[in-house]
Nanobody
């Protein structure tokens, strides 16, 4: 079993920045992909960004150039630096980890972008 705990959400004005953090615990050393998804009100969950254990990153087109994913593979932590935030970035952000063929999810952290 893998447990994921997120932190760092909150309320920010448009154009502002936030940093999300996620730490994995439990049987974490088999994790080979970590990342972030989000679910906006009334919408399906969507990919934000992922990073592999080799450091290869992938971003949704909507966040390219504004968000940066990074991580510590040894510690199985992942971060999402979000800049130039827009109201449409408002969502619950979920940490994600892939271990073998299983997907694990955090409990989610709310990000609200509003003036």
């Amino acid at each position: 079993q893998v447990q994921l705990v997120e932190s760092g959400g909150g309320l920010v004005q448009p154009g502002g920045s936030l940093r999300l953090s996620c730490a994995a615990s439990g049987n974490r050393f088999g994790i080979y992909i970590m990342g972030w998804y989000r679910r906006a009100p009334g919408k399906q969950r969507e990919l934000v960004a992922t990073i592999t254990s080799a450091g290869v990153t992938n971003y949704a087109d909507s966040v390219k150039g504004r968000f940066t994913i990074s991580g510590d593979n040894a510690e199985k932590t992942v971060y999402l630096q979000m800049s130039n935030l827009k109201p449409e970035d408002t969502a619950v952000y979920y940490c994600y980890a892939k271990y073998s063929i299983r997907d694990y999810w955090g409990q989610g952290t709310q990000v609200t972008v509003s003036s």
